[in-house]
């Protein structure tokens, strides 16, 4: 606990996040008996949590970001420029980034990790100048980003996921794209392609199962099945991180990849949508400090 006493921490809490409009007074209370001087902030319409933390960096040593995925990916641009420290509260639907890093999905128990102290330093990917912690998609999950609403999320969780993934796989179609990287150029048709920075992502996928946040690489993985159902056959796989493994997936490590397609598609960044292609995607190495658990 001596390692946080007395440090200063904003809190900015997500009240959209799936359980951001619950009560964390138990999760605070852990925070202010480790000593940290806690100051609650909140994102308005013309200020989202990076440009928050940015603005506010120089009177704070920690950031403690109350959500899910799309609220550290809101605030990672920030994180990144200011050098605070993250903690994470995970009050989201999936919190994949928690799961990563093996922090709990109980907030006072992820504000015990924080009080603790300890920290480890993690990559970030980055999509035409937007950061990301966990994966982005070209596809089938950013078209699932656009279709699942917050009512939805918060309803139905994960399951949410499952549902409206469902409906939206029996009209998928393949589509080309142009992949460079490492001084070649490969011409695909797919369903998807992703580029994870962590291990997990979508509410129980995984990117690589040996993948991790601090690797210095990028996972490219691009599902080139031409029906429905093998993708099904594949989803033990998915979940497992091992789809590498399949003829009809390819998979590689990379540093720096560019993904180029006939007409514009969107790309989802641990599930908000972004930017679109051509998408130039790169690894930026030790970017962020953050609270885990003791190893």
């Known amino acids: 606990m001596q390692h946080s006493k007395g440090k200063r921490a904003m809190l900015i809490v997500n009240p959209r996040a799936r359980r951001g409009g619950g009560s964390i007074d138990a999760a605070r209370q852990v925070l202010v008996d480790a000593g940290l001087e806690i ?92 950061l990301f912690f966990n994966v982005a998609s070209i596809g089938f999950s950013a078209e699932l980003a656009g279709e699942l609403t917050e009512h939805a999320k918060k309803r139905w969780g994960t399951l949410g996921y499952g549902i409206v993934a469902a409906r939206m796989l029996m009209r998928s179609r393949l589509f080309t794209c142009y992949v460079d990287h490492d001084d070649t150029t490969e011409k695909i048709r797919t369903m998807q392609v992703s580029v994870g920075n962590g291990r997990h992502y979508g509410g129980g996928m995984t990117v690589e199962e040996t993948a ?67 998408a130039h995607f790169r690894i930026r190495p030790k970017s962020v400090n953050v609270f885990v658990p003791k190893a």
């Open 39 to 130: 100051e609650e902030m909140a994102t308005s319409k013309d200020e989202n949590a990076s440009e928050l933390i940015s603005r506010h960096a120089d009177h704070f040593d920690i950031a403690i970001v109350g959500g899910g995925d799309g609220t550290l990916n809101n605030a990672a641009a920030g994180l990144a420029h200011s050098g605070l420290t993250l903690g994470v509260l995970p009050l989201g639907t999936a919190n994949d980034f928690a799961r990563t890093m093996g922090i709990a999905p109980d907030p006072v128990k992820a504000a015990e990790i924080i009080a603790a102290g300890h920290q480890t330093t993690v990559d970030l990917g980055e999509v035409n100048g937007h």
């Open 212 to 278: 991790t946040a601090d690797d210095g690489w990028l996972d490219l993985y691009s599902l080139e099945v031409d029906h429905w159902w093998r993708l099904l056959r594949l989803l033990p796989s998915l979940r497992k991180g091992t789809q590498g493994q399949w003829d009809d997936v390819r998979a590689f490590k990379t540093t720096e990849v560019t993904i180029r397609t006939k007409q514009p598609r969107p790309v989802n960044t641990d599930g908000e949508l972004v930017t679109w292609t051509p």
